[in-house]
């Protein structure tokens, strides 16, 4: 095929969860299709929020490699240094963002002079690296994508994460100018898209995230994949797997808890890692909550299977933020049939997109009285079969990695 891709996005493999999986499966599946991919990326952190190995000794270095794929081809990855907080915050995540920015612009000037991109595919956060996707293409031309996983500006203003409106004002014109120079605009929901399109005249386009259902389906014998996990069969599962954060208001999870600490079969299991779960586990400790139990990341391999030993699943974000943020855990949880408790208001594109698929129990988020009954509810739901029937055929339907990299392909590699 000939056609060469650089991916430009601080997010990639090895990294398992979040924006660097789909980057890079994305980046796999167009190697596998003939395409010749670069990629210019860091180390991986996320979601430790530390850069792991092997990759530390080398973190304050540029780097070179090259992957192979079981599947076939290979591609070129080039690794810059970046500024990693151990605790992000807002002032913090922008001196990530600058210090890529920074050492990616060193490294872009070499592609400049020695090879020619026909793409250039640019990922958000951070939203400034469109400027690098911009500046390869003033100069040697190509197509550039500005693929926008999320609204990056939007939560840190309504996080309180930056709160001058002089700052918010002039990062607002300078995403602006990206979006009107880019030649295709596309991002993961339909509301962030709409959203997105009020911007700018660029054309805006969906890409959802999706899952393998090669790798996440529902398995018959729960009870018993229960009790390889170390619970009782009998045991109800009340499951959050994911990044552990601030956008997420994971505390709610605990006040759930003591709620039902009565119910010795309900437990709560926290799954993950970031910046916010030491915090988390002290709160945890000092309730002497004695149902909430904290599990480490699970490998691949076990991920599919831990999954299945949730009766509930929970993905709770903050009021502000599901307009803005289409939660990547959603995907695994739908493909495996699960029975999701999800914190979404009535008017946003989570809501919308849960409502119109009946594929979920909706409570309004922030509202803890609302999120204790939503858990409930779905322990003793007597709909919750039809519901996760229905996430299940979503998935199959509308969430096949194969089935969305194709339409990309068709739509924004070949129009």
Not at 52 to 79: C, D, L, N
Not at 246 to 261: F, V, W, Y
Not at 365 to 386: D, F, M, P, T
Request: with cysteine.
């Amino acid at each position: 095929m000939g056609n060469r891709i650089l991916l430009i996005g601080y997010n990639f493999s090895p990294e398992l969860t979040g924006i660097g999986k789909y980057s890079g499966e994305m980046i796999e599946w167009l190697t596998r299709k003939g395409y010749h991919c670069t990629v210019l990326t860091t180390y991986p952190y996320y979601p430790y929020w530390r850069v792991q190995e092997p990759y530390r000794k080398k973190r304050f270095w540029y780097s070179k490699e090259t992957a192979e794929y079981q599947s076939g081809g290979e591609i070129t990855i080039y690794r810059c240094p970046m500024y990693v907080p151990s605790t992000p915050t807002g002032k913090k995540r922008m001196l990530l963002d600058l210090s890529f920015f920074i050492s990616g612009f060193f490294q872009l000037l070499k592609f400049i002079f020695v090879r020619k991109f026909e793409f250039i595919v640019t990922v958000v956060p951070s939203f400034q690296l469109g400027f690098l996707g911009d500046l390869y293409k003033r100069i040697r031309g190509g197509k550039h994508i500005y693929h926008i996983q999320d609204l990056q500006i939007e939560v840190a203003q309504d996080l309180k994460m930056i709160t001058s409106n002089r700052v918010l004002n002039l990062l607002f014109r300078m995403e602006r100018s990206i979006l009107e120079r880019s030649d295709v605009v596309s991002s993961i929901s339909e509301a962030m898209v709409a959203k997105i399109g009020k911007k700018t005249k660029t054309r805006v386009q969906l890409f959802p995230n999706w899952v393998d259902t090669t790798l996440f389906f529902p398995l018959p014998e729960k009870d018993t994949v229960k009790e390889q996990f170390g619970f009782k069969s009998s045991d109800k599962i009340i499951l959050y797997s994911g990044a552990i954060g601030e956008k997420q208001g994971l505390e709610s999870i605990l006040l759930s808890a003591r709620e039902l600490a009565s119910r010795e079969e309900v437990k709560y299991i926290i799954c993950g890692t970031g910046p916010y779960k030491a915090k988390l586990e002290a709160s945890a400790w000092q309730m002497g909550l004695k149902n909430v139990i904290f599990f480490p990341l699970q490998p691949m391999k076990k991920f599919n299977a831990f999954l299945n030993i949730a009766d509930v699943h929970l993905v709770i974000q903050k009021a502000k933020a599901s307009d803005l943020v289409m939660p990547s855990k959603l995907t695994s949880i739908l493909a495996v049939g699960g029975l999701a408790v999800i914190t979404a208001n009535k008017g946003s594109g989570l809501y919308d997109l849960i409502d119109k698929y009946q594929m979920g129990i909706l409570v309004d988020a922030e509202n803890q009285v609302a999120l204790n009954e939503g858990i409930k509810r779905a322990l003793s739901s007597e709909n919750s079969s039809k519901i996760c029937t229905n996430a299940l055929q979503y998935s199959e339907a509308y969430l096949s990695k194969k089935q969305i990299m194709e339409s990309f392909e068709k739509s924004i590699l070949k129009d």
